[in-house]
Structures are given as structure tokens and as C-alpha cells.
């Protein structure tokens, strides 16, 4: 994982736009209400638990064993690494899908850029409130880093900077060794606000008789148990262009299907209404299934203004308490 200039960039943009979308000042019993109904450890933990070695971290070493607070911030970055009784005990899961589905967007930010701002937006509010914080990072196939006690800026750093892996067209995978399956996986024993920040584009997976593929039944198996005893907060992150085609042509264009890879021609406007269609249909499918579970869910667009997003962060804080 190599961080760019362009990262650094994109994190000004990010925490910039997430400073502009503040939730600081919601109240502690409408972001934990119902949470978990016990007084955070985040507050009263004042140790890191038995130190047992620190050595500088190399590339062989997990990020999930790296202390980020205690790391020296050097060039070439160094970290210390600290292997100690697990004591974390995380109040926010962030929950980031890195896969190529999100590394698409034309505006200000791709979906994946667009993702992080959510994050930041959260983790302000997480923050403020003296709460602990974890990253998970997801693409297909597997988990990437696992943050601990890192800062906003490193965790929003993180996830620009994760490459996915890559995957031919129409691949197949075993369900319970998926990205999304694995991350799940590191959710925190004790209750927590677990923020998923994803196109779900996973959740709507079918076969070639329209059905759900085994991956996608049990993604939705997965959100549907977190969201039993976490505080789970589905945000589907789109883009409009990826379904903005002009009306005035009669060229043709060329769709590829990114589960199977096949290629169809057809004209301007005849990609636009099915794009269009297609994007309708997977926003009330998508609906339909984090209503059925419960699971308060908002579509956030790197379209939408301040205020809006805002409303809609505080919309779904609230369903969630």
C-alpha cells in the first residue's frame, strides 16, 4: 500500500467536506441510546493492556498489531508494534468497502473517496463523544487493514490508499471466505455503532436464473445477525454518472456487465434507460431488505449539498439510537 500525493490531496477534500456535514453536537443519548445501555470503556480505559514486545513494524506484520498512537510519524514512516492482551473494546466498527465497484466516480470524489467522508463525518462524532474506533476494510475477495487506535486522518489515509484485489469477470467465490464475510468477522464483541459504507452491490448478486447467489445470501445472513445486536447503519454510497448517458446522439455504446464481464452494444438512450432502470431497481431492492431487518439505511450521493447530507446523517443517526 503506497500513499500518494494524490491521497494526501484527496485527504484534504475528504476531512474538509466532512467539517461541513459536523454531528458533534448531537446529544449522548441520541448517538448511544439503546447502544448498548452500559458506560463506554472508551472513557474509563486508561491502560494498553500487558505489553509483552515493540519492535518497528515491516511489511510482514499486521496492521492490526500496530499501536498508532504510540508510532513515530517518520520518513519512511515508522511504526511501533505492540503486542499486548486484547483490551480493545470499540464503541464504532467503520466498515469500508474498498472493492472496484467503488472506484468509480467522476466529480469531486470516487464512490470509494466519497465513502471515507462518511467515515470522517462519524468518526468526528465518535470523537467528541471520547469513544474507541475501528477500520475494516473490504474489496471481494479479502480484508485489508484492521485499525485500532488509529486517528481519522490515518483510517480515511487507509482506505485511499488500499489497493483491491484483482478479480477476473465472473469469478467465483467460496461465501464464507468473501471480502465482506471476512470483515464481518472483526466485528467487536461488545455492542457498537457499525457504520457499513458501500454501494451493496454484493447484496444483489444473482445466478443466471435470477436468483441470489450463496455469496449474497449470506451477506445478507451476516447484516441481518450484526444488526440484531449491533447498532448497524447502512449507507449506500452512489454516483448519478454512472448511469448519465446523453439523448441527443444516436452512436452507439458499449455496456460490460462487471459480474460476468459480457459486452452489449446499444444506442445513447437506449443505455440510458437502462441504466437508469437498472439503478431504480437496486435502490428498492436494497430498501426492501434493510427494511425487513430493521436496518436504518440512507443513499448518500457526492452530488448532494451540504445540508441535505447533514439531514440525512442526523436521519439515520436517529433511526439507529
Wanted: aromatic share 8%; proline share 4%; hydrophobic share 40%.
Amino acid at each position: 500500500m503506497l500513499i500518494t500525493q494524490n491521497h494526501r490531496d484527496t485527504l484534504v477534500k475528504v476531512m474538509r467536506r466532512a467539517a461541513f456535514v459536523d454531528i458533534t453536537e448531537l446529544t449522548e443519548t441520541e448517538l448511544l441510546r439503546g447502544v448498548g445501555r452500559r458506560s463506554s470503556n472508551a472513557r474509563s480505559y486508561t491502560g494498553l493492556g500487558k505489553m509483552q514486545s515493540v519492535k518497528e513494524w515491516n511489511p510482514e506484520i499486521p496492521y492490526s498489531a500496530i499501536h498508532w498512537g504510540l508510532s513515530k510519524k517518520t520518513r519512511p514512516m515508522k511504526r511501533l508494534v505492540i503486542k499486548r492482551e486484547k483490551l480493545i473494546k470499540t464503541d464504532w466498527a467503520f466498515v469500508v468497502d474498498c472493492s472496484r465497484t467503488m472506484d468509480f466516480g467522476t466529480l469531486e470524489f470516487l464512490k470509494r473517496g466519497f465513502a471515507t467522508v462518511l467515515m470522517a463525518i462519524f468518526g468526528q462524532a465518535a470523537q467528541h463523544k471520547r469513544d474507541r474506533m475501528a477500520e475494516i476494510i473490504f474489496d471481494e475477495k479479502q480484508i485489508g487493514p484492521v485499525l485500532e487506535d488509529a486517528s481519522i486522518e490515518e483510517m480515511v489515509l487507509t482506505a485511499l490508499a488500499y489497493e483491491a484485489r484483482k478479480v477476473a469477470p465472473g469469478a467465483r467465490f467460496d461465501p464464507s471466505h468473501t471480502g465482506f464475510s471476512l470483515a464481518m468477522s472483526q466485528l467487536p464483541d461488545n455492542q457498537g455503532i457499525v457504520p457499513i459504507m458501500s454501494d451493496f452491490l454484493f447484496l444483489l448478486e444473482t445466478d443466471k436464473k435470477g436468483n441470489l447467489t450463496p455469496a449474497a445470501q449470506l451477506a445478507r445472513q451476516l447484516i441481518a445477525s450484526a444488526a440484531n445486536y449491533h447498532r448497524v447503519l447502512a449507507c449506500v454510497i452512489e454516483d448519478p454518472r454512472e448511469r448519465y448517458f446523453p439523448t441527443d446522439t444516436t452512436a452507439e455504446v458499449t455496456l460490460a456487465d462487471m459480474v460476468t464481464g459480457e459486452h452489449q452494444s446499444m444506442t445513447f438512450e437506449e443505455a440510458d434507460a437502462l441504466t437508469s432502470a437498472e439503478s431504480e431497481r437496486r435502490r428498492k431492492e436494497l430498501k426492501a431488505f434493510f427494511d425487513q431487518i430493521r436496518c436504518p439505511s440512507e443513499v448518500f450521493s457526492p452530488d448532494q449539498e451540504q445540508l441535505d447530507m447533514r439531514m440525512k446523517v442526523i436521519s439515520l443517526m436517529s433511526r439507529g439510537a
